[in-house]
């Protein structure tokens, strides 16, 4: 008799055993089994001949859900590798990568989809009838070449659209059912490509010269250089030879408009997997791929766990992008799985961006990775011009200085957009000096102290070191301390007020939720309907804003100072990534840094010199202080009620890992936002010069600190590489 060891969809760090009456399935199918009251699906994972439990104790399967595997060998070494690198329970990886439908126990077979698709008053209608419509136009003409999906067609089209052609009676419902033949390699019609000039013609011939084997590339190009021509043209390659192309986007950067560029390009259906899918379309991209009937799969995140027949290249766009890293559960960077996917596949994988993340540059430049550059604009894109703005004892309206509500007035007259930032990400308030600029420091480790308020103290993230907030700047005596933060809504009512005129409009996670809603408001910037754009991140990704004359970023300094020692490139990312998606040719835009401190040298460095040698200097830096890439962290985090729980913990967690070889241990500290939603969050670090020695007292120690009583009470995570210390 077979015992199976399945996964299951439980937090414990654990197979379970089984008996299985009858012939045993393969390894990668879905069975259903009692687990304690409930019946629960879980992955058949390992089978054994013998069981550590007695064979009369072992439950036996309740049902077999499938007769193939779900999940391909690569994927199933893939689950393992998460598993065991992020110290995460196996079954809960599973499910992480398995589509809802799977685990919610559907049939793992290509149902047939609703599709639209032309009536016969469709087919003959003469399409300048609907020149009035021009959206209704548009969806005519593609269902004259092809049937959409119900979610496609609103995504693309818009659910209006749709509805238009529906009263007239121009289209209707079919169900598709997909076979299993390929119809897509005879499908394929090359569109109209330009010429690849001589550093994009070198970039192809490279990703061409690997295709079969695994190499990984960095493919480092400014906005506009022509990135996506050489994934096209290298796409066109594998595509040819029959095989499959994945590519993660940022989980903003999938809109319509990049994913008809690839399905133009080639004429075939390209699967996407956007967060409007539900569960069944999922499944069916899913699906799809694992039979080898898509040639071409773009998705966000998880789109890493797609499945594919002829795994032929995988490719990251936009590679810096925070998104690519889960924040919650099992807390995976997609770019680092698509590395050990690329491996196991043999494929290539293409890492493309204009600021590349230093993890990444440091691989290309240390010669692990393939290093491809475009140094020249293939379209007519700008660069706006970068200035910094001395804000010491300037009065501040609603966080903008007065010389900067000037411009900003200037450049509406002349019928411009303006866009005003404020930047989130690894924002640290330090105690500031608004007279003369000076930064409360830690002396042990000359590194800003950081400001927590309700705790009433300063905070040094490097050595621990804490003191209480003092009344006056230790070097002009004066008392205009403070952290110079202002939030968006804060910012939006003061313009509206200050420009009565003209119409603004908030662009963040809170306003952007909903599907199709930024894409709505996109369309909106670019008709003019509004005039000021004040945004957080969102709005530097992937969207060219050619009205655009003048960017402003409030905030420089609640990065520059952060203890997030990522803050500093996350904000050079911003601001390359911004300045080269405002303005056009004939329109170029103006971008000011708002800062007490003008002359900082990172500052300096980014807006003389580019990314790209900002980028070689603060690698330099971090290999001074021997930080990541060269070394490596995790992070426990805990939150509770009460502070003391939470830091009761933590040091409980930290005595297990004090003189652990090779490990050093930061914290318990509060972390960079002490309080959220009324309760306190803390941190440990723990940082490692070697990565198997931080592994290894992690494989120690983590049943261990499972099993701390506290672990019950306080809520708490563990992230391997950390991104966000917030
Ligand atoms: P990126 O992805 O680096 O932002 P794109 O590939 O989107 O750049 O190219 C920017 C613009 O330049 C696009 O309109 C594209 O069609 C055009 N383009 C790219 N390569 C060439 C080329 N070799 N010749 C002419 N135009 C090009
Ligand atoms: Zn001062
Ligand atoms: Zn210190």
């Given at each position: 008799?077979?015992?199976?060891?399945?996964?299951?969809?439980?937090?414990?760090?654990?197979?379970?055993?089984?008996?299985?009456?009858?012939?045993?399935?393969?390894?990668?199918?879905?069975?259903?089994?009692?687990?304690?009251?409930?019946?629960?699906?879980?992955?058949?994972?390992?089978?054994?001949?013998?069981?550590?439990?007695?064979?009369?104790?072992?439950?036996?399967?309740?049902?077999?859900?499938?007769?193939?595997?779900?999940?391909?060998?690569?994927?199933?070494?893939?689950?393992?590798?998460?598993?065991?690198?992020?110290?995460?329970?196996?079954?809960?990886?599973?499910?992480?990568?398995?589509?809802?439908?799977?685990?919610?126990?559907?049939?793992?077979?290509?149902?047939?989809?609703?599709?639209?698709?032309?009536?016969?008053?469709?087919?003959?209608?003469?399409?300048?009838?609907?020149?009035?419509?021009?959206?209704?136009?548009?969806?005519?003409?593609?269902?004259?070449?092809?049937?959409?999906?119900?979610?496609?067609?609103?995504?693309?089209?818009?659910?209006?659209?749709?509805?238009?052609?529906?009263?007239?009676?121009?289209?209707?419902?079919?169900?598709?059912s997909h076979t299993t033949d390929e119809p897509w390699v005879s499908k394929i019609i090359i569109g109209e490509k330009p010429q690849a000039n001589v550093q994009q013609a070198l970039?192809?011939?490279?990703?061409?010269?690997?295709?079969?084997?695994?190499?990984?590339?960095?493919?480092?190009?400014?906005?506009?250089?022509?990135?996506?021509?050489?994934?096209?043209?290298?796409?066109?390659?594998?595509?040819?030879?029959?095989?499959?192309?994945?590519?993660?986007?940022?989980?903003?950067?999938?809109?319509?408009?990049?994913?008809?560029?690839?399905?133009?390009?080639?004429?075939?259906?390209?699967?996407?997997?956007?967060?409007?899918?539900?569960?069944?379309?999922?499944?069916?991209?899913?699906?799809?791929?694992?039979?080898?009937?898509?040639?071409?799969?773009?998705?966000?995140?998880?789109?890493?766990?797609?499945?594919?027949?002829?795994?032929?290249?995988?490719?990251?766009?936009?590679?810096?992008?925070?998104?690519y890293k889960q924040q919650d559960g099992l807390r995976y960077h997609a770019r680092d799985l698509a590395v050990m996917r690329a491996h196991k596949e043999q494929i290539p994988l293409?890492?493309?961006?204009?600021?590349?993340?230093?993890?990444?540059?440091?691989?290309?430049?240390?010669?692990?990775?393939?290093?491809?550059?475009?140094?020249?604009?293939?379209?007519?894109a700008v660069v706006a011009k970068q200035q910094v703005f001395d804000i010491r004892q300037q009065p501040l309206e609603f966080g903008l200085a007065k010389g900067m509500l000037e411009?900003?007035?200037?450049?509406?007259?002349?019928?411009?957009?303006?866009?005003?930032?404020?930047?989130?990400?690894?924002?640290?308030?330090?105690?500031?000096?608004?007279?003369?600029?000076?930064?409360?420091?830690?002396?042990?480790?000359?590194?800003?102290?950081?400001?927590?308020?309700?705790?009433?103290?300063?905070?040094?993230?490097?050595?621990?070191?804490?003191?209480?907030?003092?009344?006056?700047?230790?070097?002009?005596?004066?008392?205009?301390?403070?952290?110079?933060?202002?939030?968006?809504?804060?910012?939006?009512?003061?313009?509206?007020?200050?420009?009565?005129?003209?119409?603004?409009?908030?662009?963040?996670?809170?306003?952007?939720?909903?599907?199709?809603?930024?894409?709505?408001?996109?369309?909106?910037?670019?008709?003019?309907?509004?005039?000021?754009?004040?945004?957080?991140?969102?709005?530097?990704?992937?969207?060219?804003?050619?009205?655009?004359?003048?960017?402003?970023?409030?905030?420089?300094?609640?990065?520059?100072?952060?203890?997030?020692?990522?803050?500093?490139?996350?904000?050079?990312?911003?601001?390359?990534?911004?300045?080269?998606?405002?303005?056009?040719?004939?329109?170029?835009?103006?971008?000011?840094?708002?800062?007490?401190?003008?002359?900082?040298?990172?500052?300096?460095?980014?807006?003389?010199?580019?990314?790209?040698?900002?980028?070689?200097?603060?690698?330099?830096?971090?290999?001074?202080?021997?930080?990541?890439?060269?070394?490596?962290?995790?992070?426990?985090?805990?939150?509770?009620?009460?502070?003391?729980?939470?830091?009761?913990?933590?040091?409980?967690?930290?005595?297990?890992?004090?003189?652990?070889?090779?490990?050093?241990?930061?914290?318990?500290?509060?972390?960079?936002?002490?309080?959220?939603?009324?309760?306190?969050?803390?941190?440990?670090?723990?940082?490692?010069?070697?990565?198997?020695?931080?592994?290894?007292?992690?494989?120690?120690?983590?049943?261990?600190?499972?099993?701390?009583?506290?672990?019950?009470?306080?809520?708490?995570?563990?992230?391997?590489?950390?991104?966000?210390?917030?």
């Amino acid at each position: 008799m077979a015992i199976l060891r399945i996964a299951l969809p439980v937090p414990k760090r654990q197979l379970f055993d089984y008996r299985i009456d009858g012939e045993s399935p393969a390894i990668g199918c879905r069975v259903i089994v009692p687990f304690g009251p409930r019946t629960l699906v879980g992955i058949i994972w390992e089978i054994a001949e013998q069981s550590q439990w007695p064979e009369d104790k072992l439950k036996a399967v309740t049902q077999v859900l499938d007769d193939k595997p779900v999940f391909s060998a690569t994927l199933i070494h893939l689950c393992q590798w998460l598993a065991s690198y992020y110290k995460h329970p196996i079954g809960d990886v599973v499910q992480t990568a398995l589509p809802v439908a799977l685990r919610k126990g559907a049939a793992n077979q290509a149902k047939a989809i609703d599709h639209w698709c032309l009536s016969e008053a469709g087919q003959t209608i003469d399409s300048s009838e609907l020149s009035r419509a021009p959206k209704q136009q548009a969806l005519l003409a593609q269902l004259r070449r092809d049937s959409l999906t119900k979610s496609t067609a609103n995504q693309d089209f818009g659910p209006a659209a749709v509805k238009g052609l529906l009263t007239k009676g121009l289209i209707e419902v079919i169900a598709k059912s997909h076979t299993t033949d390929e119809p897509w390699v005879s499908k394929i019609i090359i569109g109209e490509k330009p010429q690849a000039n001589v550093q994009q013609a070198l970039a192809i011939s490279s990703i061409e010269a690997k295709l079969g084997e695994f190499a990984c590339f960095l493919l480092e190009g400014i906005t506009g250089s022509g990135k996506t021509e050489v994934y096209l043209q290298a796409i066109e390659s594998v595509l040819l030879r029959g095989q499959q192309v994945l590519i993660l986007v940022p989980e903003i950067g999938l809109t319509p408009q990049t994913v008809s560029r690839f399905k133009q390009r080639f004429g075939i259906e390209v699967g996407v997997l956007h967060s409007a899918l539900n569960d069944t379309e999922r499944l069916q991209v899913w699906q799809q791929s694992a039979l080898g009937q898509l040639g071409i799969i773009i998705g966000t995140r998880s789109a890493i766990f797609t499945p594919m027949l002829k795994p032929g290249l995988l490719i990251v766009d936009e590679e810096h992008d925070a998104s690519y890293k889960q924040q919650d559960g099992l807390r995976y960077h997609a770019r680092d799985l698509a590395v050990m996917r690329a491996h196991k596949e043999q494929i290539p994988l293409v890492l493309g961006t204009a600021t590349p993340a230093l993890e990444t540059l440091n691989n290309a430049l240390s010669g692990k990775y393939q290093h491809l550059h475009l140094p020249v604009r293939a379209g007519n894109a700008v660069v706006a011009k970068q200035q910094v703005f001395d804000i010491r004892q300037q009065p501040l309206e609603f966080g903008l200085a007065k010389g900067m509500l000037e411009r900003t007035a200037l450049h509406l007259k002349q019928g411009s957009q303006v866009m005003l930032f404020i930047n989130r990400r690894g924002y640290a308030p330090a105690l500031l000096c608004h007279s003369c600029g000076h930064v409360e420091q830690c002396h042990s480790c000359n590194k800003p102290f950081t400001l927590h308020k309700s705790l009433y103290k300063l905070q040094c993230h490097h050595c621990a070191a804490a003191k209480g907030i003092p009344k006056r700047c230790a070097n002009c005596q004066s008392s205009e301390l403070g952290s110079q933060g202002v939030g968006t809504e804060q910012l939006e009512q003061g313009l509206a007020e200050y420009f009565p005129n003209y119409k603004s409009v908030r662009i963040d996670s809170d306003t952007t939720r909903g599907k199709n809603k930024l894409d709505t408001m996109l369309n909106q910037i670019n008709n003019n309907e509004f005039q000021l754009l004040i945004g957080t991140q969102i709005l530097s990704k992937g969207h060219h804003f050619p009205n655009v004359t003048l960017v402003i970023i409030l905030d420089v300094d609640g990065a520059l100072f952060s203890a997030d020692y990522r803050a500093a490139e996350h904000l050079a990312q911003l601001i390359t990534q911004l300045a080269g998606r405002a303005g056009r040719a004939e329109k170029p835009g103006e971008m000011w840094l708002q800062t007490h401190d003008p002359a900082h040298p990172l500052l300096q460095d980014l807006i003389n010199n580019g990314y790209g040698h900002f980028a070689r200097y603060a690698l330099l830096e971090r290999q001074h202080a021997n930080l990541p890439p060269y070394s490596f962290q995790a992070l426990f985090k805990a939150q509770a009620l009460s502070a003391r729980d939470a830091h009761e913990f933590l040091q409980q967690v930290a005595d297990h890992f004090i003189g652990a070889e090779g490990v050093m241990c930061l914290g318990p500290i509060p972390a960079l936002m002490e309080k959220r939603q009324g309760q306190y969050r803390m941190q440990l670090l723990l940082q490692s010069n070697q990565r198997g020695l931080l592994q290894q007292a992690l494989n120690q120690y983590i049943s261990s600190v499972e099993a701390l009583p506290l672990a019950t009470k306080v809520r708490w995570s563990l992230d391997v590489d950390p991104q966000d210390f917030s």
